[in-house]
């Protein structure tokens, strides 16, 4: 069965001019949901979509009355001050909402007029996070990035066994989940640097960046139940940028026995615009795993996973200092690199988190774990970059850094282009470091 309907044409253009421009974000192709209202406003926070420069407010919308039945039941929900009902409504609901929005938005729509009575300036709306986020999730889907960081911490056996056979993961803090443009600041807690005797209590020295995507599930599934690999994706709601911000010092000394903890708890940044699983259908992979490695055990293994599981999308970091941005130097690029690369898909995520009975919920976030691919470019946290703080990064104004410094800007980008199919964005997925 194809994935693709006419939504993903990529001869459709929009009676939204910005939405045809070569290179924005967001063609009628894509529609990514948020939740947003008038900047200093007391208004409610409602949903919306993306469309060029503008957001469509689904909650005028819906008053409009100019949908019909499952389109205008689903747009109800999505107009709620958080997205959660909406995931919760299921793939066929979302699918039939996109589609009313993509023939509303279309060239030779007949409603134009009426449909932009609600349309805004993307630059006069302020965004909220997109779901009340019960459960939050990262996983560790780069078998580079785990072979990297293996190396600095355990350089005798950088890989260990398991990671071949298990999606490891563990489980993050939801309450301090924050949206792209907040300001994130430096944790204190425990170091125990080489050679010292006992730990001392300090700001972070080795504050690092993680670029991933974040995975919104959809519908949940009952305690004590499983998500079957033939069913996985139909509980996925869409994907976000996100940067799991990690404090290296903090989790050197304490990630054993248990993971990490307070290293990864202070902040998590996601970018506010969510790209539905069925905008990334043209964009789509097949999932292969080297002869030479063990193949997923069968309960991780499906015939559509197999056939269109991964997804090409292109992923950028930059970095800007306070020094650059006096000088008006333009970020610079620190990591180019492609969610294909990761060794697990997220219907393996799904599954795998499933296959014990936990319950996952709607609004509930997966992280993918850091993306770093296989070349030099492509390496996805400072960690990495500078041979876990060995190796400066040459900056183009002649600084350095081997981790963040206070007034440092990471910003995270996510694009989709291919041959045949529409250019789509993710937006951007920005935050500051301060003291
Ligand atoms: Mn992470």
Redesign the pocket.
């Known amino acids: 069965m194809s994935l693709l309907n006419e939504t993903h044409d990529p001869t459709l253009s929009s009676w939204v001019a910005s939405a045809n421009l070569p290179g924005t974000d967001f063609p009628i192709q894509n529609l990514p949901f948020a939740v947003f209202r008038r900047k200093d406003s007391e208004e409610p926070f409602r949903g919306g979509v993306a469309i060029g420069d503008k957001v469509l407010d689904i909650a005028a919308l819906c008053r409009k009355n100019i949908l019909d039945g499952d389109a205008q039941r689903t747009a109800v929900a999505a107009s709620a001050s958080t997205l959660n009902n909406f995931m919760a409504l299921g793939h066929t609901a979302w699918s039939s909402l996109r589609l009313a929005l993509s023939r509303l938005l279309r060239e030779d729509a007949k409603q134009q007029a009426i449909t932009a009575q609600c349309l805004l300036e993307l630059e006069d709306v302020e965004v909220a996070l997109p779901a009340h986020i019960g459960d939050y999730t ?1 996983f ?1 889907t780069s078998i580079h990035h785990a072979t990297n960081v293996g190396k600095l911490f355990r350089p005798d056996n950088p890989l260990l066994p398991n990671y071949r056979w298990v999606p490891i993961g563990y489980h993050g803090r939801a309450s301090s989940i924050v949206l792209s443009g907040h300001d994130v600041h430096r944790p204190r807690g425990q170091l125990m640097p080489p050679g010292a005797e006992s730990p001392t209590l300090a700001p972070s020295k080795r504050l690092d960046f ?1 670029l ?1 995507l974040g995975i919104f599930v959809g519908t949940g599934n009952l305690l004590g139940t499983s998500i079957p690999m033939a069913d996985a994706e139909q509980h996925v709601f869409g994907v976000c940028l996100l940067n ?1 911000w ?1 404090a290296r010092d903090i989790q050197g000394w304490e990630y054993q026995p248990l993971g990490p903890f307070l290293s ?1 708890s202070f902040a998590t940044s996601i970018s506010p615009w969510i790209v539905t699983l069925e905008a990334l259908a043209p964009y789509r992979l097949p999932f292969t795993r080297d002869a030479n490695e063990p193949q997923p055990l069968p309960y991780l293994d499906g015939e559509h996973n197999r056939a269109l599981g991964a997804f090409d999308i292109q992923l950028k970091v930059t970095l800007e200092t306070p020094a650059m941005r006096e000088a008006n130097v333009p970020p610079h690029t620190i990591c180019q690199t492609n969610y294909k690369h990761a060794y697990w898909t997220l219907a393996q995520l799904i599954t795998h988190h499933t296959v014990n009975g936990c319950n996952l919920q709607a609004g509930d976030l997966l ?1 993918s ?2 993306l770093s691919g296989p070349e030099s470019h492509q390496l996805a946290a400072l960690l990495e970059i500078t041979h876990g703080g060995k190796v400066p990064l040459a900056l183009p104004n002649g600084e350095q850094r081997i981790f963040l410094e206070d007034g440092d800007q990471v910003t995270l980008r996510g694009w989709c282009a291919i041959k045949g199919a529409a250019r789509i964005g993710f937006g951007e997925c920005t935050g500051t470091v301060f003291s």
């Open positions: 990262d560790y993680e991933e799991d990690s990864k992280g774990g850091t």
